[in-house]
């Protein structure tokens, strides 16, 4: 069942789909592609996890899914907040505030981005990084992450710091 509403927080038109087994109600959303504007800011630091939060981290989960990505970031969907989603081998990642905090060895591997379709480039980043922040619970956690994982982590950051593959310098 689809139905077109508007939603106060997103403050756009977005889809709402209700899965009639889990009886919950996810949302896909539009994802912002290059040149728009919010991509292009630093986004706010999220001073608390709220009922809204939970749900931006859960719509943004069901829209990196639909769109087979591996991370997403608030920007891309219009928000100009610092969350972002990764979703990696049976692993759902949420994490808000997040700041690198360690870094290890240098890798340089091919990047897309869902926000500039059709488009990759060769992009050197830390092998290895420590990033701290606060996850959907409002805990502040720390996560260790190498290689994919990691690419992923520095990929989502420069989202949130309005940085996009198409200027990227490590
Ligand atoms: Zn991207």
Same mark, same amino acid.
């Given at each position: &069942? ?10 756009k ?6 899965? @009639? ?10 994802? %912002?592609?290059?040149?728009e @504007?919010?991509?292009?800011h ?10 809204? @939060?939970? %749900?931006?981290?859960?719509d943004m989960?069901?829209? &990196? ?17 610092? +969350? ?6 049976? /692993?759902? +990642?949420?994490?808000?505030n997040? %700041? ?5 060895? /240098?890798e340089? &591997? ?12 060769d992009?050197e /980043? ?10 959907? !619970?409002?805990e502040?956690?720390?996560? !260790?992450a %190498?290689?994919?994982?990691? /690419? +992923? ?18």
């Amino acid at each position: &069942m689809h139905i077109v509403l508007t939603c106060d927080f997103i403050n756009k038109s977005i889809y709402f789909i209700k899965c @009639e087994n889990e009886g919950v109600v996810v949302s896909i959303l539009d994802i %912002k592609k290059y040149p728009e @504007e919010v991509l292009l800011h630093k986004s706010e630091f999220v001073k608390e996890i709220k009922k809204q @939060e939970k %749900k931006l981290f859960d719509d943004m989960v069901e829209t &990196m899914i639909s769109a087979n990505g591996l991370g997403l970031a608030a920007p891309q969907i219009g928000e100009s907040c610092q +969350i972002f989603v990764v979703g990696l081998e049976d /692993r759902i +990642i949420k994490i808000a505030n997040p %700041k690198i905090i360690d870094v290890i060895g /240098r890798e340089t &591997m091919p990047e897309g981005c869902l926000s500039i379709p059709d488009y990759s480039a060769d992009i050197e /980043r830390f092998y290895g990084v420590v990033v701290q922040g606060v996850n959907e !619970e409002g805990e502040l956690i720390k996560i !260790e992450a %190498k290689g994919l994982l990691a /690419r +992923i982590f520095q990929h989502e950051i420069d989202h949130l710091n309005g940085k996009l593959i198409i200027n990227h310098k490590i």
